[in-house]
């Protein structure tokens, strides 16, 4: 019995996360049939058409990262990609800009998953912050407004997960996501629309 509830504990902690071992390359292109990484909501209200200006690793801001930026209005609603607990926020900040000072000025919604991954929505607009440090969230709850905030040049939200790899490194994880051409990788430069 402990073997089994062991087994399941590994499973648990690998199976999501197994996917790190593959380029981005290789998961834009499903190269990876066996995948059981979570399958995130869109972090917008169902329905919602968005442009993803930046994808993982792209030259501009995400080199050497797996980040996402989603190109949308100021004051657009930001929903839970995942359900979880909300750890940290921040909402006190109006700067934005590309200078080296504007690192430290975004502001920023923290939750924390089952599995102990956490998702990253930044760039969030003052006073934008529909949830508290400690709250427990479902996936496609309003959590936020974005904003332009942070190191940003236009109104978007920057969206990462960070988790444990295979290898037990913490990191920036892959994310698919639920989408109207299915279950998918984002490629950037492209449109999306929230399904849930």
């Not at 919604?109 to 991954?117: K, Q």
């Not at 040049?153 to 295979?166: K, S």
């Not at 990191?171 to 109207?180: I, M, V």
């Amino acid at each position: 019995m402990r073997f089994l509830f062991f087994s399941y504990l590994c499973f648990l902690y690998l199976a999501p996360h197994a996917q790190s071992r593959y380029t981005t390359r290789q998961l834009l292109n499903g190269r990876y049939k066996n995948d059981s990484s979570y399958i995130y909501s869109l972090p917008f209200v169902t329905g919602k058409k968005v442009f993803l200006i930046q994808g993982y690793e792209t030259i501009f801001s995400h080199k050497g990262e797996r980040s996402l930026d989603f190109k949308i209005r100021k004051g657009t609603t930001i929903c839970a990609a995942r359900a979880g607990v909300v750890t940290a926020v921040r909402q006190d900040s109006d700067k934005g800009g590309l200078k080296p000072e504007n690192l430290a000025d975004g502001n920023y919604i923290i939750i924390l998953h089952a599995d102990s991954s956490t998702a990253w929505y930044w760039h969030l607009k003052k006073n934008g912050v529909l949830v508290q440090e400690g709250d427990s969230v479902q996936e496609g709850q309003p959590i936020g407004l974005s904003g332009n905030t942070g190191f940003s040049a236009f109104p978007h939200l920057h969206f990462e997960v960070q988790g444990r790899d295979a290898a037990g490194h913490y990191t920036r994880l892959a994310t698919r996501f639920y989408t109207q051409h299915g279950v998918i990788y984002l490629s950037p430069y492209r449109f999306y629309r929230t399904r849930r």
